[in-house]
C-alpha cells in the first residue's frame, strides 16, 4: 500500500508518521499517513491521491505500530452539513 510505503520512506528520512483510517466523504472507508512537520504538527497525506488531506477526510483511528485497532462492519452514512 502507498501509505505504508510513505510512512516507512519518511521514518526513514528521520520523520516522524503514522497511519490514519477513516472515510472519505461519499465513498467509502481508507487508510491515508500523517507526517509530523515542526512548527505545523501532524499533516494528514494521501499518498494513494497524492495530495494532501481536507475536510473530505473523515479520521477514526490512528496507529502509530501499523496494527488496525478495528473492523469496519458497515458503512456509514457521512453527509456534509450545508454552511
Not at 48 to 57: G, N, P, S, V
Amino acid at each position: 500500500d502507498f501509505w505504508d510505503l510513505f510512512i516507512s520512506l519518511c521514518r526513514a528520512c528521520g520523520l516522524p508518521a503514522r497511519q490514519v483510517g477513516g472515510w472519505l466523504v461519499g465513498r467509502s472507508g481508507h487508510v491515508w499517513a500523517e507526517v509530523y512537520l515542526a512548527g505545523e504538527g501532524w499533516i494528514g497525506v494521501d499518498p494513494t491521491a497524492a495530495a494532501r488531506c481536507d475536510t473530505e477526510y473523515v479520521p477514526l483511528w490512528v496507529s502509530e505500530d501499523g496494527m488496525i485497532p478495528l473492523v469496519y462492519l458497515g458503512v456509514p452514512v457521512i453527509r456534509k452539513v450545508p454552511a
